[in-house]
């Protein structure tokens, strides 16, 4: 990938959707080109709930997320990153955010001031579902 190119050749792209590969293929690319967070935030794949069928995960998949649960190292390397191109205003509207869920102002959001706040945009079978994950 150090050299742009990339495909979809292993077997866990099959069931990929030509949507999902849309988002990936504008993200790979070079920075000034690549979508914001925002951006991608607002892709098709992230906001139509019905790209997020979980029905097509196969043991391989399963097996892959597993190793990739295991790569905290990782994960911290990629969460600095995003952080670092986050923008001061960016950064004030999440805490503003933050705020008003954190209802007794204690600076932290306790796991029923999450829920309440997110009742107000799912169910309550979804906000379970959302929470156990």
């Known amino acids: 990938m150090q050299k742009g190119k990339y495909d979809y050749d292993?077997?866990?792209?099959?069931?990929?959707?030509?949507?999902?590969?849309?988002?990936?293929?504008?993200?790979?690319?070079?920075?000034?080109?690549?979508?914001?967070?925002?951006?991608?935030?607002?892709?098709?794949?992230?906001?139509?709930?019905?790209?997020?069928?979980?029905?097509?995960?196969?043991?391989?998949?399963?097996e892959r997320l597993k190793r990739f649960q295991k790569a905290k190292n990782f994960k911290k390397a990629v969460l600095t990153f995003i952080a670092s191109r986050v923008t001061d205003s960016e950064i004030q509207k999440e805490i503003e955010i933050f705020r008003s869920l954190d209802k007794n102002k204690d600076?932290?959001?306790?796991?029923?001031?999450?829920?309440?706040?997110?009742?107000?945009?799912?169910?309550e079978q979804e906000v379970e579902e959302i929470l156990k994950s």
Request: glycine letters at 2%; proline letters at 4%.
């Open 10 to 62: 292993d077997e866990v792209w099959d069931v990929c959707s030509p949507v999902a590969k849309d988002l990936i293929d504008k993200l790979l690319v070079p920075e000034n080109e690549r979508l914001s967070t925002r951006e991608a935030l607002e892709h098709p794949f992230l906001k139509n709930s019905e790209t997020a069928n979980t029905n097509v995960l196969g043991a391989n998949h399963i």
């Open 107 to 123: 600076g932290y959001i306790t796991m029923l001031e999450l829920k309440a706040a997110m009742q107000k945009h799912h169910t």
